[in-house]
């Protein structure tokens, strides 16, 4: 059985891989650890993580293409001898995906709490004007050599 997919819709050319990516984070959602996305400023976002019990040393913030990963490693002190164990040293992978253009402009750990701040920077509208051929190149089926189109139109 195959699935539907949300864009499917002739008007949203080009989505694929979104979708893709949108699947990926979906299927390694977990709920640790908890966080918060608020909006700070006009175009400042932050994200906050409750990591309570680790240190700067055990954790690590990284941004690869527009994809944002925060990960937490706490080590077992073998010294220490427990009676009861209720907090357990664990480890954990959170993902964000980040729009393009947004920027990381630092974080934080204070009391706890991991902050992340991003930035999207102000987008000014771009407008193009299309320009549009005759038809005399040959059939309209044909697939479209941009780099020649635009070698020719030099």
Same mark, same amino acid.
């Given at each position: 059985?195959s699935r539907?997919?949300m864009?499917?819709?002739p008007l949203?050319l080009g989505f694929? #891989?979104?979708?893709r990516t949108?699947?990926?984070?979906a299927?390694? =959602?977990? &709920?640790?650890?908890p966080?918060?996305i608020?909006r @700070? &400023?006009e ?8 990591v309570? &019990?680790?240190t /700067?040393?055990?954790l690590?913030?990284e941004?690869v293409?527009?994809?944002l990963?925060? *990960?937490g490693? #706490? ?6 001898v427990f009676?009861?164990r209720g /907090?357990a040293?664990?480890q954990f #992978? *959170? =993902?964000f995906m980040l =729009?393009?253009?947004i920027?990381? =402009? ?6 706890g709490?991991?902050? @992340? ?6 987008v000014?509208?771009r407008?193009r004007?299309i320009?549009?051929d005759?038809?005399?190149d040959g059939?309209a089926?044909?697939? @479209?050599?941009?780099a020649?189109?635009?070698a020719?139109s030099?």
């Open positions: 059985m539907m997919s864009f499917n819709s949203l694929d #891989q979104l979708e949108l699947d990926r984070l299927k390694s =959602a977990e &709920g640790y650890p966080y918060n608020e @700070i &400023g175009n400042g976002l932050r994200i906050t993580l409750a309570a &019990g680790f /700067i040393d055990d690590a913030v941004l293409e527009n994809q990963t925060v *990960r490693k #706490q080590t077992d002190d073998t010294d220490r009676l009861h /907090i040293a664990r #992978q *959170r =993902a =729009a393009d253009g920027e990381v =402009a630092g974080a934080r750990l204070d009391n709490l991991l902050s @992340i701040d991003l930035v999207r920077p102000v000014e509208p407008i004007t320009a549009i005759a038809g005399n059939p089926d044909n697939t @479209i050599d941009i020649a189109r635009r020719r030099r």
